[in-house]
């Protein structure tokens, strides 16, 4: 293997006018830069990008942590980071928590050790033991999914409240009275708390009440457990929103199996606009949230800041679309 003594030989130049070469630095002569690549490429030398990176601290490594690799909303998300952070020259490092909180905080410390220069985190929820974690964080951390701007922490939320609110406003003007929620565990604010509450304030507006409010996980199976006894319990329902859209796969599915006509006697709503809402039977009305926006949107802001650009502290609230199909 070439060494940086064979590429200064074969150009006729010192060693460290080679090493200034390679490093893309100053006061480099470009006929000589020109003649040093060459001597390069004929030698077959190959950068030592540990030495280089460690010389110029920069390794242009971004770490992204996020709870599960099998949905729609991280698909979306993580190509839409990756498309910028590529155009700037960054490697993406993904980590996946598989929803365990306790991983979160382990792969904050991880890409730190790894000498990352950013993080971009999904987060499941947001506590006292995450917002310690990314305070001492050595490198910028920008939260998706979750609002960490009340402890001064970069954010790209989903307006959660609103799209809980039009749901329940679609709903009844679809003539439904008897409305239920299913939701996931009561720590991830986003999806569980925030949803439910808007639904609930729409309810209110209209002299309603919300007749449940379940949890589960993130799971088609789990809408579809979740739902097999709802006829039996609330025999009045009429009206379904579910916190994501494969809970709502799920729970159609089992509303099926109970003889129901699904959109009919019970009109269903989902968030997200996943490929299964398309192709379900009957199809899925929801509301299409861009994750892909997301994902560029925390890409951007976590640049910023790595460049030192970026504000103390920001918070982008994306909107979103409704999709009327068959189901409300």
Known sequence: MSSLHDVAK???VSKSTVSRVINDEYGVKEATKIKVLKAVSECGYVVNQVAKDLKSQKTNLIGVIVPRVSSHATAQGVDGLSKIFEQAGKHVLLANTHQEHEKELEYIQIFNQKRVEGIVLYATHLD???VNAIKQSNVPVVLVGQDGSLHDIP????DDFRVGYEAGHRLINKGCKQIGFIGVQRDDVAVDVLRSQGLEQALTLHNLELLFHLRGDFSIESGYLQSKTLM?????????FC???RIAVGAIKALLECGIDVG????VLG???????FISNPSLSTFNYAFDKAGENAAKMLLERIVGQGKEMSKVVLTFQSIERETC
């Open 271 to 277: 968030v997200g606009n996943d490929e299964l809402a």
């Open 232 to 240: 039996e319990q609330y025999p009045q329902l009429d009206g379904l």
């Open 10 to 12: 074969l150009a006729g």
């Open 243 to 245: 916190a994501t859209d």
């Open 128 to 130: 006292l033991s995450l």
């Open 264 to 267: 009919k006697q019970v009109k």
């Open 155 to 158: 954010s790209i939320v989903h």
